[in-house]
């Protein structure tokens, strides 16, 4: 396996894969049918580099990217990363107040974006993603321990803060993921329809395939059964997704499951727990599985995937990547083991004592928060991150819930995840959420919110009832909300801090 080249940063992954495969489809864009080459990506992302140092852009500066998973969102990605800027991806939807609030915490000097429309403070300048073509070559700049990028967390636990992405975190992520046997190859063709500006379309997504020099199908919005008329028409291979887009894919039934994917080689999800139910029905209707990982930005993103060991495991989001350590720690981040390969980790199942958080150690850590590098990893390499996880007995990590989401109701610790599970199973349940509200009794008490399925009659006993037969009665919910929706981040996964 040839490994990821660090001599001229990340910006240097395209200047590679247009030097080898000048005239090999990147990008084809779905809805538009706008198709670039190696060579033109390379090409654009030139022109709008030099348009940036044009600009006054100067080395370790930062431009926000505002743009929608589409090729412009690449020409703008790679040109910063040329001038020897910061990229700092937002969505392109971001209302103007979220926006602002991004732009005075990044202190970012451009904005690049379609249709500059909102009113943006004072220094800052609006800039098209796409330049005329011509001028100097623009010096790639920056490498190894400098930013390339600050990805703003979802927010799900609190308020987004800026994670600062390294050059070789980033690199090294993909150096990692390159090492796993059945990952994305140069003839693959990829769908993306999660948002770029999130870590996990980013690096797993539009990194990965520009490593690889392989092709890239975006599509801005997900739609299932549009998503697979795509898939058939530009021959999909591979497709990297989040849980509600496999939840989609599997309510529409095997028959255009199986005409949909016919084409499909490997399939992977992230960012949430997938239903093994969900898991199933596309096995069964496909043959092929879907491959779940754990990742976080702070990894740049991925940490574990099933397809270390080759067979997905429901309930699992697998072992760690090569190059990365993961163990479990107390509170306090003590630890009576060493960092574990895959090999080892089975026994630390027998004297864990349960679970743990989940601490990490690789060259694809981050570089802590934006501006000053607080809260990265310590002294000895170690990320401790607010995941809460236990390892089975063979040595797979499965993933409890978040930390700070954890329940005590007198004393007691309920995971939300698993009072969540057992209402999921009730066929009148489309999703539910489960969080802690304040208790004068208990301290806190479950709540649980409730999305039935389509045309589903569910009352609050049928839940409470459930819960009772298969949990501890300091697990079951105190009360019961029924709901439209339930609030996701972009990339699907649950915001429980808007639920409290």
């Keep these: ?5 660090t001599a001229h940063g990340v910006a240097g992954l395209l200047a590679e894969a247009a030097g080898q495969r000048p005239d090999h489809v990147a990008i084809i864009e779905t809805g538009t049918e706008i198709t670039l080459t190696w060579r033109e990506l390379d090409l654009a992302a030139h022109a709008e ?45 971001a209302p103007s107040p979220e926006l602002h609030q991004l732009l005075v915490h990044s202190g970012a000097r451009f904005v690049l974006e379609r249709e500059p429309g909102a009113e943006l403070p004072e220094g800052i300048t609006a800039l098209p ?25 979802s927010g799900t636990t609190g308020p987004p803060r800026g994670v600062q992405l390294s050059h070789r975190a980033l690199l090294a992520n993909l150096d990692q993921l390159t090492r796993v046997d059945g990952q994305l190859e140069a003839d693959d ?13 980013l690096g797993p997504g539009l990194l990965l395939a520009t490593a690889k020099a392989a092709s890239l199908v975006l599509s801005e919005r997900f739609e299932a059964r549009r998503t697979l008329d795509d898939c058939v028409r530009h021959g999909v291979t591979a497709i990297a997704g989040v849980p509600t887009m496999y939840n989609e894919f599997a309510a529409l039934g095997p028959d255009e499951l199986r005409r949909g994917l016919a084409t499909i080689r490997v399939m992977t999800s992230g960012a949430a727990p997938l239903h093994p139910k969900v898991l199933a029905a596309i096995r069964e209707a496909t043959g092929y599985d879907v491959y779940e990982g754990y990742g976080l930005t702070e990894c740049a993103p991925v940490v574990t995937t099933t397809m270390v060991t080759g067979y997905p495991k ?12 993961l163990r479990l720690v107390d509170s306090d981040g003590s630890s009576d083991e060493a960092g574990l390969d895959p090999d080892e980790m089975a026994d630390v199942f027998e004297t864990s004592g349960g679970t743990g958080l989940v601490s990490i150690r690789g060259a694809n850590l981050f570089s802590g928060y934006w501006p000053d590098g607080a809260y990265g990893p310590d002294e000895q390499g170690w990320f401790r991150t607010g995941d809460v996880g236990y390892l089975d007995s063979d040595g797979d990590l499965h993933l409890v819930d978040r930390a700070n989401d954890l329940i005590i109701v007198n004393g007691f610790n309920v995971f939300p995840h698993e ?29 649980a919110v409730v999305v039935p399925a ?6 609050q006993q049928q839940v409470v009832d459930q819960c009772a037969e298969q949990l501890a009665g300091y697990k079951v919910p105190h009360t019961v909300e029924f709901a439209e929706r339930l609030p996701h981040s972009a990339t699907g996964k649950l915001r429980r801090l808007k639920l409290r």
């Excluded at 396996?1 to 080249?5: C, E, F, K, L, N």
Aim: hydrophobic content about 45%; proline content about 7%.
């Design 314 to 325: 429901p309930g699992s989001v697998g072992r760690p990547l090569p190059g990365v350590e």
């Design 129 to 153: 993603p796409r330049a005329a073509s011509g001028g100097a070559p623009v010096d790639f700049g920056r490498v190894g321990e400098d930013i390339a990028v600050i990805s703003y967390t």
């Design 419 to 447: 009072v969540e599970e057992v209402i999921s199973q009730l066929p009148e349940v489309a999703e539910a959420a489960v969080v802690g509200v304040v208790d004068e009794r208990s301290g806190e008490a479950v709540k």
């Design 49 to 93: 580099a030099r348009q940036l140092v044009t600009a006054g852009l100067e080395p370790g500066d930062r431009v926000v990217v505002r743009l929608p998973t589409s090729a412009d969102f690449a020409v703008a990605f790679f040109a910063v990363l040329r001038a020897g800027g910061i990229a700092v991806p937002v969505s392109s939807q």
């Design 189 to 201: 063709k990829l769908l993306v329809s999660i948002p770029l500006f999130h870590v996990y379309g």
């Design 454 to 459: 389509d045309g589903a009659a569910l009352s």
């Design 1 to 5: 396996m040839d490994r990821i080249s």
